[in-house]
């Protein structure tokens, strides 16, 4: 169904995120909801400079430039987001967007209070992943501010379990739309296998198992990260590189690729943890350190295995392993569930236990025979389900659904309600800050050093009786 048959003019669709890096399947959504269903879309995003302007310019994707610099994490960065919220929501007003989605936490805590003030018709949420339902405080902000939305659109089936266990009503919560890749870009007919055992000089017989990601830093304590990344690399590279010493007992020609650059300067210092943790394993001919390569698609076509053995997910990498008919080994977190079924299209394995992850490597090293069955059979579950054609249409579907349901009568960026809303909102933003930064930020560190200056106040015991001090 076209966005022209439903409405007199074709519906303005607008997509936020707070980047100008990654973010290329916000860029193919709005080329396919252009090209494929004729709706007028555009972009917000934080600069006009970076490989996410240059996508959208090739595409002739019009986009707009907000201040995304108000972080609810931070004392300082709160106290920036009104300004930002009303910029956008001025900029929201003047273009009269039918339909405002936001992409990821970051995005949504700017975009979500903007398009409410300026009365957008349609406001959606695109839930990236897990992550923040499962952290206390981004789980806790979601709760109070969802209904600010139309409706929240789940990426995986997790995400949607989690929206409905803090509380948000079924009716505000949208049917799950995967982020869906271009199939084009996966076709295993016409991409050749990298030559990567040619390029290292290792026999052609040679089991190779791949793994691309960042190196992320290690996550913080607290109540911004869920409590089961505490202090660990969210990517799962250190459970991959201890699983590699389980699997080289029995495989000891195999080769693990960890294909990836580091993110930022504290993914510095993470990755040079795991190099160092690969020395004291006596890995250094197993685990290799590619840094950044540009073909990942050829990677995943000459390895024997694609790892992802992320702690915290939505559904990574898997598509495109799949995709390029990779036998696959994931953990059992977030969307990974949904596209790796276990013993169907891959193996699933314990998050956090390299001895696990080790187990689901051998299965598929004993039998390649089996991996590539699982491979080609997620290969078709990706086609079925997975692919940028369908989350197109479901996005489609979806915008069509809720304007017809908005009406003619109601077609928003009413002044008075903007007006209305932006006094409310000033209150409800009060309450917020208060609570963050109460509740999340001073509390638990004052609380700390209260904790701590107790502990070292020289408490003297009382004498038991009859004893006598001296």
């Given at each position: 169904?076209?966005?022209?048959n ?7 669709v607008?997509?936020v ?6 973010g290329?399947?916000?860029?193919e959504?709005?080329?396919?909801l ?41 004392p300082?960065?709160?106290?920036k987001?009104?300004?930002g919220?009303?910029r ?19 995005s ?8 409410w003030?300026?009365?957008a018709?349609?406001?959606l949420?695109?839930?990236a ?6 952290a206390e ?5 979601e709760?109070?501010t ?7 659109i789940p990426t995986?089936q997790?995400s949607?379990?989690?929206l409905?266990k ?5 009716k505000?919560?949208?049917?799950v739309i995967?982020?869906?890749?271009d ?15 040619e390029?290292?000089?290792w026999?052609e017989t ?6 691309i990601?960042?190196?992320y830093?290690?996550m913080?304590?607290g ?11 969210i990517?799962g ?18 080769k ?8 930022g ?25 590619t840094g950044?390569r540009?073909?990942?698609?050829q ?8 790892v ?26 977030g969307?990974?569930i ?34 590539k ?10 086609l079925?389900?997975f692919t ?10 979806l ?11 109601r ?12 006094a409310v909102?000033?209150?409800i933003?009060l309450w ?7 509740l999340d930020?001073y509390f ?7 904790v ?7 408490f ?5 009786p ?5």
């Open positions: 169904m076209s966005a022209s439903n409405h007199e003019r074709r519906l303005r607008c997509h995120f707070a980047n100008t890096e990654g290329t399947w916000m860029y959504q709005l080329r396919e252009r090209d494929k269903h004729g709706f007028e879309v555009a972009a917000v995003i934080s600069g006009n400079q970076g490989p996410l302007v240059d996508k959208l310019r090739s595409a002739d994707i019009p986009f707009h430039v907000a201040d995304f610099e108000g972080d609810p994490a931070a300082a960065g709160i106290f987001l009104p300004l919220v009303l956008l929501a001025q900029l929201l007003r003047r273009e009269r967007f039918d339909v405002v989605q936001t992409h990821v936490f970051k949504m805590i700017l975009g979500r209070p903007a398009a003030i300026a009365d018709p349609v406001r949420a695109m839930i992943g897990p992550f923040h339902l499962e405080s981004s789980a806790w902000i709760r109070v969802h209904w600010m939305d139309t409706q929240n995986c997790k949607r379990e989690l409905l803090i509380g948000i009503a079924e505000r919560i949208a049917p995967y982020y869906g890749p199939p084009g870009n996966f076709n295993v007919d016409q991409i050749p296998p990298a030559r990567i055992r390029e290292y000089d026999p040679t089991a190779v198992i791949c793994h990601a960042y190196f830093p290690r913080v304590g109540r911004w990260t869920p409590e089961s990344v505490h202090g660990r690399g990517k590279h250190e459970e991959l590189v201890r699983a590699a010493a389980i699997v080289v007992r029995e495989f000891p020609d195999v693990f690729l960890l294909v990836g650059r580091a993110f300067d504290r993914g510095e210092v993470y990755l040079a943890e795991i190099k160092e943790l690969v020395k004291e394993l006596k890995l250094e001919s197993t685990v290799i350190f950044f540009n073909d990942p698609n990677l995943l076509r000459a390895a024997d295995i694609s992802q053995p992320s702690l915290n997910e939505n559904c990574g990498g898997t598509v495109e392993a799949l995709l390029m008919e990779s036998p696959t080994v994931a953990t059992r977190v969307g990974l949904d596209t790796v079924r276990d013993n169907e299209t891959g193996i699933l394995v314990e998050p956090g236990d390299p001895e696990d992850l080790a187990r689901g490597i051998l299965e598929l090293l004993r039998d390649p025979g089996r991996g069955a699982l491979a080609q059979a997620g290969r078709q579950l990706m079925e389900k940028l054609a369908h989350t197109a249409n479901d996005l489609a579907t915008y069509n659904s809720l304007s017809e349901r908005v009406g003619p009568r077609r928003g960026y009413n002044p008075l309600v903007s007006l209305v809303r932006t909102g000033g209150p933003f917020l800050s208060f609570r963050v930064i109460v930020l638990p560190i004052y609380w700390r050093v209260l701590n200056k107790l502990k070292a106040f020289p003297r015991a009382r004498p038991a009859g004893e006598h001090q001296a």
